[in-house]
């Protein structure tokens, strides 16, 4: 079967709740998962019910770097240091026997410059023939939209956050 590249973008909500429940139903079919995330602490709820099946793995960065714009030059260093191995270790691991490696946050890693574009881009160009990959995130640049073989832009009309409703868990995390 061939893998193909899905990339889940937009300003609405639901770009992580697609990938999640593609995770879901690729263990339900037998299939290896890795899930990585970037920018976010480990917290949310759809990971602990990710953790609960055998076949989905979970990588996170251990460190909670809080909002890059709050962030320390030498914060920004580090965090892009941490972000980049962790992407490097996603890829290697990929390559050993997972049938699909959802990228979390990759589009937005990307565009902070905490990630290396050209190297996700090296890696979806001669990734293995079945992996099926998936980046979320906002504002994917040309590039990343042109190893797409999906894309599905998750477009806000309302959200509850612009009356001052804060994130509620188990809804938005």
């Known amino acids: ?39 976010k602490n480990g917290s949310s709820s759809e990971l602990k019910s990710l953790r609960r099946l055998d076949n989905i793995d979970i990588l996170l960065c251990e460190k909670p770097y809080g909002f890059i714009w709050n962030m320390t030059p030498e914060e920004l260093a580090a965090a892009k240091a941490d972000f980049t191995a962790l992407l490097r270790e996603a890829l290697v691991r990929a390559c050993e026997g997972v049938d699909l490696l959802i990228l979390d946050e990759a589009v937005s890693a990307c565009n902070c ?20 990959v998936v980046l979320t995130g906002r504002d994917p640049s040309e590039k990343l939209q042109s190893q797409a073989d999906y894309i599905t832009e998750m477009k806000k009309i309302r959200h509850p956050f612009d009356k001052g409703i804060n994130a509620r868990q188990g809804i938005e995390f």
């Not at 990339?7 to 998962?33: E, I, M, P």
């Not at 410059?113 to 099926?132: Q, V």
């Open 1 to 39: 079967m061939q893998g193909l590249v899905h990339l889940y973008c937009g300003d609405g909500k639901g770009k992580t709740t697609a990938s999640v429940g593609l995770a879901v139903r690729a263990a339900g079919a037998g299939k290896k998962v890795l899930f990585v995330q970037f920018f």
């Open 113 to 132: 410059e905490m990630i290396p574009e050209e190297e996700l881009c090296a890696f979806l160009a001669d990734r293995p023939e079945a992996l099926e």
